[in-house]
């Protein structure tokens, strides 16, 4: 049976039909299917960035930190360098362009506050997103932290590497 006026734009649906058991079964449209297949693929292949291509920065003062971060980033296929406190990372960053940063609040030399605000100040580096991963979880660190410009702030604490990924990806 063909559908009513009101079903008339729904797409891939052709028709319905009347089981044995009077169930209603809508019958899809397979051209219409197929299209929208090709159509989806040939988006999907034009738009998606290899992770690859993705670079992070990890900034934190303990190596074992930097290095479960980094490794945790490089098994979901980013491209992943470390930097020891904030000046360090601002040296790489001059030089090189990522994606995103990860960074710890208290580091010496220069802490995450600190780099995230000059990150965001810099009209060239405002556009990196920056993740602070901390084991500081007051309210008033967490306020520091969005205002210097974190666009999200992980508690160490609660840390799990899903909560890593996702936040990464929805970010990158």
């Known amino acids: ?4 006026k009101q079903f008339a734009k729904v797409k891939h649906i052709s028709s319905a039909t ?3 058991n009077n169930e209603i079964i809508m019958v ?3 051209p219409d299917l197929i299209r929208a297949t090709k159509d989806f693929s040939v988006r999907e292949q034009t738009q998606s960035v290899p992770k690859s291509a993705r670079s ?3 900034v934190d003062d303990s190596l074992n930190t930097r290095e479960i971060e980094k490794t945790i980033l490089q098994a979901y296929g980013y491209d992943v360098e470390t930097a020891k406190d904030g000046l360090d990372a601002l040296e790489k960053i001059q030089q090189k362009k990522y994606d995103l940063v990860v960074t710890d609040l208290e580091m010496p030399a220069m802490d995450g506050l600190t780099l995230t605000s000059r990150i965001k100040s810099e ?3 405002q556009h990196i ?4 991963v901390t084991s500081r979880d007051s309210a008033e660190d967490k306020r520091r932290g969005i205002e210097a410009g974190a666009n999200a702030y992980i508690v ?5 590497q899903t909560n890593l990924i996702d936040t990464v990806e929805s970010l990158i």
């Open 56 to 58: 992070i920065l990890v």
């Open 1 to 4: 049976k063909s559908l009513p």
């Open 18 to 20: 009347v089981a044995s």
């Open 129 to 132: 997103p920056v993740v602070i």
């Open 28 to 30: 899809l449209h397979a």
């Open 123 to 125: 009209a060239s580096y």
């Open 156 to 160: 160490k604490g609660s840390f799990d």
